[in-house]
């Protein structure tokens, strides 16, 4: 069974950093498609980063491009989003996805990754 448990959110100020993880249990996270996406409060859930982790392409949205990093250890079998400079407007519910995949350029879908696997979500709350 697959499992996603995300850790590391919490209550900063704007331009302080926070890395969140998301420990994949029940499969390795090396044969999936891996993402953050997140939910500010009354709005959609959005697609933050992604990466295809069995080749390490990642993608970004507009809004994280050049503060936020996706990354992955494999022998921990944890996703990772590091973000910096964080603004108010990055408050949100944080979630990480997961997708088998299929082939090479599989991962090159946000929406793909919606039909995945899901974790809880850990809250990130940054204050002006």
């Known amino acids: 069974q697959v499992q996603l448990v995300e850790s590391g959110g919490g209550s900063v100020q704007a331009g302080e950093s926070v890395r969140l993880s998301c420990t994949a249990s029940?499969?390795?996270?090396?044969?999936?498609?891996m993402g953050w996406f997140r939910q500010p409060p009354g709005k959609e859930r959005e697609g933050v980063a992604f990466?295809?982790?069995?080749?390490?392409?990642?993608m970004y949205a507009d809004s994280g491009k050049g503060r936020f990093t996706i990354s992955q250890d494999d022998a921990k079998n944890t996703l990772y989003l590091q973000m910096n400079s964080l603004k108010p407007e990055d408050t949100a519910m944080y979630y990480c996805?997961?997708?088998?995949?299929?082939?090479?350029?599989?991962?090159?879908?946000?929406?793909?990754?919606?039909?995945?696997?899901w974790g809880q979500g850990t809250q990130v709350t940054v204050s002006s």
């Open positions: 996805a997961a997708k088998l995949r299929l082939y090479r350029g599989y991962c090159n879908s946000e929406s793909r990754l919606r039909s995945g696997y």
């Open positions: 029940g499969y390795s996270l090396k044969n999936y498609c």
């Open positions: 990466i295809d982790s069995n080749d390490g392409t990642t």
